[in-house]
C-alpha cells in the first residue's frame, strides 16, 4: 500500500509527524509537504514562479508552494509510482463547514482526488492542538479500513476528530457541512511609521445552520465527524429560478 501524505501547516508540523507514524506502520509513505505554513491557502496553484522540491528526509520532500502544489507535483513528478491513497493533516484546528473554502488541508486531498486518487482529510478540531494521538488512531482504523475495503476513486472525505481523550469510530457520524455565521471583522492596526495594515478576523461562530447532521453538531457532541465532498458546486436548486428570472 503506497500513500502520500501532504499537509497545509509545513513538513514539520506536529500534526503530519503523528500521521506520517501512524501510516508508516500500514504501508510506503512520501510525505509533501510545505516549507512552512500555509493554512487558507485553499486550492491556490503558484504560477508567477517555479516550484523547488527539496528532499529532507528519506520519503520526505518540502516544496516552496501550497499544499495544493505538493499533491499535484508528487503526483505528477515526484513519485515513482500513483499512489493508492492521499492523505492530508492531520489539521491544527478544525476545518468545519464554510472552512473547506479556505482550508489547504481539504486542497491538498482535493488534487489528489483531481487527479483520481481518492484522498481523506484529517482535521484536529481543537482551538490549541497539542495531543494528536487519539486523531491519529482515528485516521489509522479509517486507512486501515480503506486497505481493507478499498475506496471508489472519486471520494474525498474531511475527517474532523473531537479533541476529546478517546475518540471512537464507533461513535462516528456522517455529516453535511454546517455554515458559520458571518466573519469576524478585519482588525487594523498601525505600524511603526503610522500606516495602516490589517488583519484578516477571526471564523464566525456557527451559525443558525450547525444543527443535526452536521459536522458542527458531530463536533460540539464529541464524536468524530466524517463529510463526503464533491467539487461540483453547481446550484442545481438555483437553475429553474435562474432561468425564469432571464425570462422575466
Ligand atoms: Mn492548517
Known amino acids: 500500500m503506497r500513500f502520500l501524505l501532504c499537509n497545509d501547516d509545513g513538513y514539520r508540523a506536529p500534526g503530519l509527524l503523528a500521521l506520517a507514524t501512524t501510516l508508516r506502520a500500514l504501508g510506503a509513505v512520501t510525505v509533501v509537504a510545505p516549507e512552512r505554513n500555509r493554512s487558507g491557502a485553499s486550492n491556490s496553484l503558484t ?13 520526505v520532500f518540502m516544496v ?32 468545519l463547514g464554510d472552512d473547506v473554502l479556505y482550508s489547504g488541508t481539504v486542497a491538498a486531498a482535493m488534487e489528489g482526488c483531481l487527479l483520481g ?28 479500513k480503506f486497505i481493507a475495503e478499498g475506496m471508489p476513486q472519486h471520494w ?37 511609521r503610522g500606516r495602516p495594515m490589517y488583519w484578516i478576523g477571526p471564523a464566525g461562530a456557527p451559525g443558525a445552520q450547525a444543527g443535526p447532521g452536521t459536522d458542527f453538531h458531530a463536533i460540539a457532541a464529541g464524536v468524530v465527524s466524517i463529510t463526503p465532498l464533491q467539487m461540483d458546486l453547481s446550484a442545481y436548486a438555483t437553475m429553474p429560478d435562474l432561468a425564469q428570472w432571464l425570462r422575466n
Open 47 to 59: 504560477l508567477d514562479r517555479p516550484l523547488r522540491a527539496t528532499l529532507v528526509a528519506d520519503g
Open 117 to 144: 486518487t481518492p484522498a481523506l482529510a484529517f482535521s484536529l478540531a481543537s482551538p490549541d492542538p497539542t495531543d494528536y494521538a487519539g486523531a491519529a488512531r482515528i485516521a489509522g482504523e479509517l486507512v486501515q
Open 156 to 192: 474525498l472525505l474531511n475527517i474532523n476528530i473531537p479533541n476529546v481523550p478517546a475518540p471512537t469510530l464507533r461513535d462516528a457520524q456522517i455529516t453535511r457541512l454546517g455554515r458559520r455565521q458571518r466573519a469576524a471583522v478585519s482588525i487594523m492596526q498601525r505600524d511603526p
Open 64 to 95: 516552496d508552494g501550497t499544499p495544493a502544489d505538493c499533491a499535484y507535483l508528487a503526483l505528477t513528478e515526484l513519485l515513482p509510482e500513483k499512489p493508492d491513497l492521499v492523505v492530508s493533516g492531520i489539521n491544527a484546528g478544525e476545518n
